[in-house]
């Protein structure tokens, strides 16, 4: 069935860093491909989204690339900041076949340190 | 501006006792689901539906029932709650554009916190 896998963490990271956050996923059909960001005692938020192979989704500074040929979506950051300490999630929502369900990595957390 | 609603926030119940967790959307979503979060698992999809009178089961249904009698209302049900349902539940909405509803996002309450003992 559809799966996604996501890098483990924690990451910390220094305030200005790069950030890198590497997410695989493995569909039928053609997949929609999704960050979501989770804040402490929160629910999950949208944070970018990609619909077809080579877009780019982008927001607050992220950014991810729906690479079909790699079956990859890593979200990507040039310069952190303390403020985007949180849990991220790749998911991918699957297509009529597949129920349209969302289906979600294990999350990644992320710490950045000023 | 509500969005998507959860009751109650926190829970504790004990072994065997049943509950209602209650969402609520107002966004007119067709598509609504139902996860749990357990630390390091991600999120697990436990219910979902397409549509009011339409129901179906996730990856991990058993120990939950769900109904869907409106639109707007979308009710989990422990029948006879057990520890490792300890957990935090998300209830989720989306639209349901037939043709392009996996380009649609999730849009999640902000959780309930249950814990069984």
């Known amino acids: 069935g559809d799966s996604v896998t996501q890098m483990e963490g924690p990451v910390t990271l220094s305030e200005e860093a790069f950030l890198t956050i590497n997410c695989t996923y493995t569909?039928?059909?053609?997949?929609?491909l999704f960050w979501y960001v989770q804040y402490p005692g929160e629910g999950l938020q949208l944070l970018l989204k990609?619909?077809?192979?080579?877009d780019k989704g982008s927001n607050k500074g992220f950014e991810a690339t729906y690479r079909k040929e790699t079956t990859s979506f890593h979200l990507e950051k040039g310069s952190v900041q303390v403020s985007d300490s949180a849990v991220y999630f790749c998911?991918?929502?699957?297509?009529?076949?597949?129920?349209?369900?969302?289906?979600f990595g294990a999350g990644t957390r992320l710490f950045v340190k000023a | 501006n509500a969005g998507v609603t959860q009751t109650p926030k926190f829970q504790v119940l004990k072994t065997g006792q049943s509950m209602t967790l209650q969402c609520a959307q107002d966004?007119?979503?067709?598509?609504m689901s139902w996860y749990r979060q357990d630390p390091g698992m991600g999120l697990r999809l436990i219910h979902y539906?397409?549509?009011?009178?339409?129901?179906d089961q996730g990856e991990v249904p058993n120990g939950y029932n769900v109904s869907r009698s409106t639109t707007e209302d979308f009710p989990l049900r422990l029948l006879s709650a057990a520890p490792s349902q300890t957990s935090v539940y998300f209830c989720?909405?989306?639209?349901?554009?037939?043709?392009?509803?996996?380009?649609?996002?999730?849009?999640f309450g902000d959780g309930t916190r249950l814990s069984i003992l």
């Open positions: 989720a909405s989306s639209p349901q554009d037939l043709d392009r509803g996996r380009n649609q996002p999730q849009h």
């Open positions: 569909a039928t059909g053609y997949p929609s």
């Open positions: 990609a619909t077809k192979a080579d």
């Open positions: 998911a991918l929502r699957a297509s009529r076949t597949g129920g349209f369900k969302t289906i």
């Open positions: 966004m007119n979503h067709e598509y």
């Open positions: 539906s397409v549509g009011a009178g339409i129901t």
